[in-house]
Nanobody, 122 residues
């Protein structure tokens, strides 16, 4: 079993920054892809970024590229999402997920955290 716990969400003004963390425990993560997704009220869950655990290959959704950075610390079993130049439309619950495939599709991820709320005011 894999447990994922997100933290770091909160309120921020437009143009500001936040760093989300995802602490992973329960199993080794050498072959897991770690992803970040978000879901705004009334909308479907949306891919944000993923990072492979072993090679640190990263991939971003187009709207986040250049503003968001995903990274990981293998020693701490933690994945981060650094978010800069935040916009009101970035307001959502942000979820961390773990899966076996490098994919933008939520259904490819087997384990999910509880989510952390990010609210960006204009």
């Amino acid at each position: 079993q894999v447990q994922l716990v997100e933290s770091g969400g909160g309120f921020v003004q437009a143009g500001g920054s936040l760093r989300l963390s995802c602490d992973a425990s329960g199993r080794t993560f050498g072959t897991y892809v770690m992803g970040w997704f978000r879901q705004a009220p009334g909308k479907e869950r949306e891919f944000v970024a993923f990072i492979t655990w072993s090679t640190s290959t990263t991939y971003y959704a187009d709207s986040m590229m250049g503003r968001f950075t995903i990274s990981r610390d293998n020693y701490k079993n933690t994945v981060y999402l650094h978010m800069n130049s935040l916009k009101p439309e970035d307001t959502a619950v942000y979820y961390c997920a773990a899966g076996k495939l490098s994919s933008r599709a939520p259904e490819q991820y087997s384990y999910w955290g509880q989510g952390t709320q990010v609210t960006v005011s204009s």
